[in-house]
């Protein structure tokens, strides 16, 4: 696919439909994950794909403690903090699928990455290692999810001292193709020579 189609039509899927992911896929969105730039040319990433059904239930669900909230006064309460309403519409979409979208997708994937503990970074700087997780191609979906509270996750998995988790990204095949994301308007954020 040609690289700015790929862009265009990349959206965020909590739901997918029953096929399995080739193993052949999984390695070569990973390898080209490998291949984003990353500061000082530290690929400190690892990852762990939760396959066994069984482990993958324990962690989401005991040790990352993921709920769905389906609850609508819980979902209003909640969206009730943000002012903007594609905000609150992103909460009322993602909410009821938090743990569902985990335990359902084909394959889960938790990506590591070295850093000292993220309490002690004091600089946008010292986030390097972050920016450049983020991936999917190849007719492959997911949510990019960002554990508010890792430490009982990085225990299940025997994550080591040093490594902290950035990501838990279920994908596999939408249930349903996904529409294109509503264009920004550019001309409201582009500055020549200053703001
Ligand atoms: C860093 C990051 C963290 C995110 N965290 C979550 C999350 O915890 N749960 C979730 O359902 N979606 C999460 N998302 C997905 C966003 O809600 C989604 O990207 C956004 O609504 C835009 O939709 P789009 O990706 O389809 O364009 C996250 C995305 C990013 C990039």
């Not at 899927?13 to 730039?37: Q, S």
């Not at 990852?47 to 909230?69: G, H, I, P, S, T």
């Not at 009982?152 to 990204?169: D, N, Q, S, T």
Request: proline share 7%; net charge neutral.
């Amino acid at each position: 696919m040609e690289f700015g189609e790929v862009v265009r039509s990349r959206r965020t899927t909590r739901e997918f439909d029953g096929r399995a992911v080739p193993e052949a896929a999984v390695r070569r969105a990973l390898e080209a994950g490998l291949r984003a730039p990353c500061n000082a040319h530290l690929k400190s990433w690892q990852f762990v794909l939760l396959r066994d059904r069984d482990q993958r239930r324990r962690v989401v669900v005991a040790a990352l403690k993921a709920r769905d909230v389906t609850d609508p006064a819980e979902i209003e309460r909640f969206v009730a903090r943000f002012a903007d309403e594609e905000l609150k519409a992103v909460y009322r979409r993602s909410l009821p699928l938090q743990q569902a979208m985990m335990l359902a997708a084909p394959e889960l994937l938790v990506v590591c990455y070295k850093l000292k503990p993220l309490a002690e970074c004091r600089t946008l700087f010292e986030l390097n290692p972050l920016a450049s997780v983020w991936m999917c191609d190849q007719g492959l979906f997911g949510c990019t999810y960002t554990p508010y509270d890792a430490a009982g996750l990085k225990e299940a998995l025997r994550v080591p001292a040093g490594y902290e988790i950035a990501a838990v990204i279920p994908f596999g095949f939408p249930k349903a193709p996904p529409t294109e994301a509503e264009r920004e308007d550019l001309d409201a954020r582009f500055h020549v020579d200053a703001w």
